[in-house]
Protein backbone atom coordinates (compact mmCIF):
# COMPACT_ATOMS: atom_id res chain seq x y z
CA UNK A 1 0.00 0.00 0.00
CA UNK A 2 1.23 3.87 -1.40
CA UNK A 3 1.78 5.51 2.09
CA UNK A 4 3.39 8.84 1.07
CA UNK A 5 0.97 9.20 -2.15
CA UNK A 6 1.82 12.74 -2.98
CA UNK A 7 5.52 12.15 -2.69
CA UNK A 8 5.29 9.61 -4.99
CA UNK A 9 3.13 11.71 -7.83
CA UNK A 10 6.27 14.20 -7.37
CA UNK A 11 8.96 11.73 -7.74
CA UNK A 12 7.32 10.41 -10.42
CA UNK A 13 6.84 13.76 -12.87
CA UNK A 14 10.58 14.18 -11.64
CA UNK A 15 11.50 10.98 -13.87
CA UNK A 16 9.62 12.20 -16.28
CA UNK A 17 10.19 15.59 -16.70
CA UNK A 18 13.99 16.16 -17.27
CA UNK A 19 14.12 19.83 -18.17
CA UNK A 20 12.09 23.27 -18.51
CA UNK A 21 10.37 25.58 -16.20
CA UNK A 22 8.24 22.43 -14.83
CA UNK A 23 11.34 20.30 -13.80
CA UNK A 24 12.50 23.90 -11.92
CA UNK A 25 8.74 24.14 -10.29
CA UNK A 26 9.34 20.22 -8.97
CA UNK A 27 13.07 20.87 -7.82
CA UNK A 28 11.95 23.54 -5.67
CA UNK A 29 8.13 21.77 -4.37
CA UNK A 30 10.40 18.85 -4.08
CA UNK A 31 12.79 20.49 -1.59
CA UNK A 32 9.93 21.54 0.55
CA UNK A 33 8.20 18.45 0.47
CA UNK A 34 10.84 16.32 1.91
CA UNK A 35 11.02 18.75 4.75
CA UNK A 36 7.50 18.61 5.53
CA UNK A 37 7.82 14.67 4.85
CA UNK A 38 10.75 14.50 7.07
CA UNK A 39 9.13 16.42 9.85
CA UNK A 40 6.06 14.33 10.58
CA UNK A 41 8.08 11.27 10.76
CA UNK A 42 9.59 12.87 13.70
CA UNK A 43 6.52 12.95 15.58
CA UNK A 44 5.99 9.87 16.80
CA UNK A 45 2.90 10.20 18.52
CA UNK A 46 -0.86 11.40 18.65
CA UNK A 47 -1.57 13.87 21.50
CA UNK A 48 -3.08 17.07 21.11
CA UNK A 49 0.57 18.98 20.69
CA UNK A 50 1.23 16.57 18.22
CA UNK A 51 -1.39 17.10 15.99
CA UNK A 52 -1.21 20.66 16.00
CA UNK A 53 2.48 20.06 15.36
CA UNK A 54 1.27 18.08 12.07
CA UNK A 55 -1.29 20.71 11.14
CA UNK A 56 1.29 24.00 11.45
CA UNK A 57 3.89 21.61 9.05
CA UNK A 58 0.31 21.12 6.93
CA UNK A 59 -0.26 25.05 6.30
CA UNK A 60 3.29 25.79 6.16
CA UNK A 61 3.62 23.23 3.14
CA UNK A 62 0.17 24.11 1.86
CA UNK A 63 1.72 27.91 0.94
CA UNK A 64 4.66 26.80 -0.57
CA UNK A 65 2.99 24.06 -3.03
CA UNK A 66 -0.11 26.26 -3.66
CA UNK A 67 2.08 29.22 -4.87
CA UNK A 68 0.37 31.29 -7.79
CA UNK A 69 4.00 30.45 -9.86
CA UNK A 70 3.09 26.79 -9.83
CA UNK A 71 -0.75 27.31 -10.90
CA UNK A 72 -1.45 26.78 -14.05
CA UNK A 73 -3.71 30.27 -14.98
CA UNK A 74 -5.29 28.42 -18.49
CA UNK A 75 -4.88 25.52 -20.69
CA UNK A 76 -2.56 27.66 -22.96
CA UNK A 77 -0.21 28.35 -20.30
CA UNK A 78 2.37 24.90 -20.19
CA UNK A 79 4.31 26.61 -17.33
CA UNK A 80 2.48 25.21 -14.31
CA UNK A 81 0.10 22.25 -13.21
CA UNK A 82 -3.59 23.05 -13.12
CA UNK A 83 -6.01 22.76 -9.87
CA UNK A 84 -6.89 19.09 -10.49
CA UNK A 85 -3.40 17.86 -11.35
CA UNK A 86 -2.67 14.91 -8.99
CA UNK A 87 -0.15 16.86 -7.64
CA UNK A 88 -2.49 19.33 -5.98
CA UNK A 89 -5.15 16.65 -5.11
CA UNK A 90 -3.20 14.17 -3.56
CA UNK A 91 -1.59 16.44 -0.69
CA UNK A 92 -4.43 16.32 1.90
CA UNK A 93 -4.18 12.22 1.26
CA UNK A 94 -0.82 12.31 2.37
CA UNK A 95 -1.43 14.53 5.20
CA UNK A 96 -4.08 12.52 6.47
CA UNK A 97 -1.39 9.56 6.74
CA UNK A 98 0.60 11.76 8.96
CA UNK A 99 -2.62 12.22 11.19
CA UNK A 100 -3.00 8.73 11.51
CA UNK A 101 0.09 7.03 11.57
CA UNK A 102 0.68 6.99 14.95
CA UNK A 103 -2.33 5.22 16.17
CA UNK A 104 -1.24 2.28 18.41
CA UNK A 105 -2.85 -0.55 16.34
CA UNK A 106 -0.95 1.23 13.40
CA UNK A 107 1.95 1.42 14.69
CA UNK A 108 1.98 -2.52 16.19
CA UNK A 109 1.39 -3.74 12.99
CA UNK A 110 -2.55 -5.05 14.22
CA UNK A 111 -3.82 -2.64 11.41
CA UNK A 112 -2.02 -1.40 8.07
CA UNK A 113 -2.87 2.65 7.05
CA UNK A 114 -2.16 3.02 3.27
CA UNK A 115 -3.56 4.34 0.18
CA UNK A 116 -5.47 1.74 -2.08
CA UNK A 117 -8.64 1.05 -4.10
CA UNK A 118 -11.57 -0.10 -1.52
CA UNK A 119 -13.67 -3.42 -2.34
CA UNK A 120 -17.36 -2.69 -3.26
CA UNK A 121 -18.79 -5.78 -4.74
CA UNK A 122 -17.76 -9.34 -4.99
CA UNK A 123 -19.75 -10.71 -8.08
CA UNK A 124 -19.43 -14.79 -9.41
CA UNK A 125 -19.27 -15.20 -13.03
CA UNK A 126 -18.13 -18.06 -15.15
CA UNK A 127 -17.27 -18.29 -18.58
CA UNK A 128 -19.07 -21.84 -19.42
CA UNK A 129 -21.12 -24.21 -17.40
CA UNK A 130 -19.15 -27.67 -18.43
CA UNK A 131 -15.55 -27.07 -16.82
CA UNK A 132 -17.02 -24.48 -14.11
CA UNK A 133 -15.67 -26.36 -11.11
CA UNK A 134 -12.07 -25.75 -12.31
CA UNK A 135 -12.76 -21.77 -13.02
CA UNK A 136 -12.03 -18.89 -10.82
CA UNK A 137 -15.66 -17.43 -10.56
CA UNK A 138 -15.09 -15.01 -7.66
CA UNK A 139 -14.42 -11.38 -9.30
CA UNK A 140 -13.90 -8.29 -7.48
CA UNK A 141 -15.10 -4.79 -7.69
CA UNK A 142 -13.05 -2.09 -6.78
CA UNK A 143 -13.89 1.93 -6.34
CA UNK A 144 -11.69 4.82 -6.44
CA UNK A 145 -8.52 4.79 -4.22
CA UNK A 146 -9.26 6.46 -1.08
CA UNK A 147 -7.16 6.05 2.34
CA UNK A 148 -7.84 2.87 4.35
CA UNK A 149 -7.03 1.51 7.24
CA UNK A 150 -7.72 -2.16 7.89
CA UNK A 151 -5.83 -5.74 7.33
CA UNK A 152 -5.40 -8.16 4.21
CA UNK A 153 -6.78 -11.60 3.99
CA UNK A 154 -6.60 -14.33 1.48
CA UNK A 155 -9.25 -16.06 0.23
CA UNK A 156 -9.83 -19.62 -0.47
CA UNK A 157 -12.63 -21.49 -2.47
CA UNK A 158 -12.90 -24.64 -4.58
CA UNK A 159 -15.73 -26.59 -6.44
CA UNK A 160 -16.68 -29.48 -3.89
CA UNK A 161 -15.45 -31.82 -6.46
CA UNK A 162 -11.98 -30.22 -7.25
CA UNK A 163 -8.70 -30.82 -5.37
CA UNK A 164 -7.20 -27.17 -6.35
CA UNK A 165 -8.11 -24.46 -4.16
CA UNK A 166 -8.28 -21.24 -5.62
CA UNK A 167 -6.64 -18.49 -4.41
CA UNK A 168 -7.65 -14.52 -4.02
CA UNK A 169 -5.98 -11.70 -1.70
CA UNK A 170 -8.27 -9.09 -0.27
CA UNK A 171 -8.29 -5.58 1.82
CA UNK A 172 -10.63 -5.62 4.57
CA UNK A 173 -11.15 -2.36 5.72
CA UNK A 174 -12.04 -1.00 9.27
CA UNK A 175 -11.72 2.75 8.86
CA UNK A 176 -12.11 4.26 5.28
CA UNK A 177 -11.25 8.28 4.60
CA UNK A 178 -12.15 9.96 1.43
CA UNK A 179 -10.17 13.45 1.08
CA UNK A 180 -11.60 16.26 -1.15
CA UNK A 181 -10.17 19.48 -1.92
CA UNK A 182 -13.19 21.05 -2.04
CA UNK A 183 -16.91 19.17 -1.13
CA UNK A 184 -19.39 19.40 -3.97
CA UNK A 185 -22.79 18.27 -4.05
CA UNK A 186 -22.02 16.03 -6.72
CA UNK A 187 -19.33 14.50 -4.55
CA UNK A 188 -21.52 13.31 -1.96
CA UNK A 189 -24.00 12.23 -3.46
CA UNK A 190 -21.48 9.72 -5.61
CA UNK A 191 -20.45 9.16 -2.15
CA UNK A 192 -23.44 7.94 -0.66
CA UNK A 193 -23.97 5.49 -3.41
CA UNK A 194 -20.17 4.45 -2.86
CA UNK A 195 -20.37 3.94 0.80
CA UNK A 196 -23.88 1.90 0.87
CA UNK A 197 -22.33 -0.47 -1.51
CA UNK A 198 -19.22 -0.68 0.52
CA UNK A 199 -21.37 -1.07 3.67
CA UNK A 200 -23.94 -3.95 1.83
CA UNK A 201 -20.03 -5.76 2.45
CA UNK A 202 -18.29 -4.37 5.78
CA UNK A 203 -21.29 -3.28 7.26
CA UNK A 204 -18.78 -2.33 10.30
CA UNK A 205 -16.28 -0.53 8.17
CA UNK A 206 -16.45 4.02 9.39
CA UNK A 207 -16.38 5.87 6.16
CA UNK A 208 -15.66 9.23 6.92
CA UNK A 209 -15.46 12.43 4.03
CA UNK A 210 -12.04 15.15 4.83
CA UNK A 211 -12.20 18.37 3.12
CA UNK A 212 -11.00 21.37 2.82
CA UNK A 213 -14.00 23.74 2.16
CA UNK A 214 -17.14 23.38 0.64
CA UNK A 215 -18.14 25.37 -2.78
CA UNK A 216 -20.28 27.84 -2.46
CA UNK A 217 -23.09 25.86 -4.37
CA UNK A 218 -22.96 22.98 -1.61
CA UNK A 219 -26.72 22.43 -0.09
CA UNK A 220 -26.23 18.56 1.05
CA UNK A 221 -29.42 16.57 2.23
CA UNK A 222 -27.81 15.80 5.46
CA UNK A 223 -29.84 12.50 5.53
CA UNK A 224 -26.20 10.71 4.38
CA UNK A 225 -26.76 7.86 7.11
CA UNK A 226 -24.43 5.56 5.25
CA UNK A 227 -21.45 8.25 5.80
CA UNK A 228 -20.71 8.38 9.37
CA UNK A 229 -18.43 11.97 9.61
CA UNK A 230 -17.70 14.84 7.63
CA UNK A 231 -15.16 16.79 8.50
CA UNK A 232 -13.88 20.68 6.61
CA UNK A 233 -10.81 21.23 7.87
CA UNK A 234 -11.01 24.71 7.28
CA UNK A 235 -14.40 25.76 8.48
CA UNK A 236 -14.78 27.78 5.36
CA UNK A 237 -17.21 28.12 2.02
CA UNK A 238 -15.79 28.91 -1.00
CA UNK A 239 -12.88 26.84 -4.04
CA UNK A 240 -9.84 29.15 -2.44
CA UNK A 241 -8.59 28.10 0.48
CA UNK A 242 -8.45 31.55 2.62
CA UNK A 243 -8.66 30.11 6.15
CA UNK A 244 -6.25 27.77 7.54
CA UNK A 245 -6.60 24.19 8.78
CA UNK A 246 -7.59 24.71 12.35
CA UNK A 247 -6.04 22.17 14.71
CA UNK A 248 -9.37 21.60 16.54
CA UNK A 249 -11.54 19.72 13.73
CA UNK A 250 -8.17 17.32 12.84
CA UNK A 251 -7.73 16.58 16.89
CA UNK A 252 -11.38 15.76 16.64
CA UNK A 253 -11.08 13.89 12.96
CA UNK A 254 -8.09 11.93 15.06
CA UNK A 255 -10.78 10.88 17.92
CA UNK A 256 -13.18 9.92 16.15
CA UNK A 257 -11.37 7.13 14.57
CA UNK A 258 -8.78 6.44 17.33
CA UNK A 259 -12.39 6.08 19.66
CA UNK A 260 -13.93 4.02 16.97
CA UNK A 261 -10.83 1.49 16.78
CA UNK A 262 -10.35 1.56 20.61
CA UNK A 263 -14.06 1.23 21.40
CA UNK A 264 -15.40 -2.40 21.32
CA UNK A 265 -12.52 -3.28 23.75
CA UNK A 266 -13.58 -0.52 26.07
CA UNK A 267 -16.98 -1.38 25.94
CA UNK A 268 -16.28 -5.00 27.21
CA UNK A 269 -13.94 -4.07 29.95
CA UNK A 270 -16.43 -1.56 31.27
CA UNK A 271 -19.61 -4.16 31.14
CA UNK A 272 -17.02 -7.01 32.78
CA UNK A 273 -16.66 -4.67 35.82
CA UNK A 274 -19.82 -4.58 35.84
CA UNK A 275 -20.74 -8.27 35.90
CA UNK A 276 -22.93 -8.17 33.04
CA UNK A 277 -22.22 -8.77 29.28
CA UNK A 278 -25.02 -7.98 27.63
Given at each position: ????V?G???????N?????????????????Y??????N?????????D???????Y???Y?T?F??KY??K????R???SM???I??T????????????????????????????????SI???Q???I???????FI???????????Y??Q?????????????????V???????VL???????????T?E?K??????????????????FK??????????????????????TN????D?V??????V?????C?????K??????I??
Amino acid sequence: MNKFVHGSIIEDLLNKTKEGKIRLYLNEINIQYKKWNRGNLAIKNNSKDDIKQKVDLYNEYYKTIFNEKYIRKNKHNRDGFSMNHPIFKTVLTEFCYYVFKDITFIKNGSLILGYRNPLVKISIEYNQVIGIGQEKILHFIYTDENLLIGTNYELQYKAEENMVWCKEKIFVPVVIIAPYQVLTNNILSQSIVVTKEIKNLFPNCLYIIVCETSNNDFKPNLNFASIDNIFVLRKQVGDIATNPVYTDIVWKMYQVVSDFLTCEKENYKSMITKGILK
